[in-house]
């Protein structure tokens, strides 16, 4: 059994079940935990991990653990800007590109959030002009 130092974990690289090559952003906290554990497991006793190694990859652990929360924190208090930034939108005029690509020109009318058929995790919030669809990135002006 061989002894796997720090840095050789999974901070420094990751192996898909497809056998490429991933960076850090797809270890969620689970698998990291996982890969600890089996590095635990696995490490020769007769030459076991230092605990130096051990407190570094926790103190890594925990690093993680709180950009995850920072990201999730900054994520929602963006989604709360977007929405009240449509919201002002109601009953303003806007000249803006809509999804289907025409320029528009009207009042808005509704706001809407939907799931983004591309990624699951992701929210697409739109105004409404009539019948048209507009993310909020594609309005050009707001006229008034």
């Not at 009207?106 to 697409?124: C, F, K, L, P, Y």
């Amino acid at each position: 059994m061989s002894n796997v130092s720090p840095t050789s974990s999974p901070f420094q690289r990751s192996v898909s079940t497809r056998g490429e090559a991933n960076d850090l952003r797809e270890v969620d906290m689970d698998q990291f935990l996982q890969l600890l554990i089996a590095e635990l497991q696995q490490q020769d006793p007769l030459d076991p991990m230092d605990n130096s190694q051990i407190l570094e990859q926790i103190g890594q652990i925990r690093q993680i653990s709180a950009t995850n929360q920072l990201s999730d924190t900054l994520a929602s208090v963006l989604s709360g800007q977007q929405m009240s930034t449509a919201s002002s939108l109601i009953g303003k005029r806007v000249s803006a590109l809509t999804d289907a690509a025409t320029s528009i020109e009207g009042m808005v009318d509704r706001v809407s959030i939907a799931q983004d058929e591309n990624d699951e995790t992701q929210r697409i919030l739109r105004v409404h002009v009539g019948d048209n669809k507009i993310r909020l990135e594609n309005i050009r002006e707001i006229v008034g």
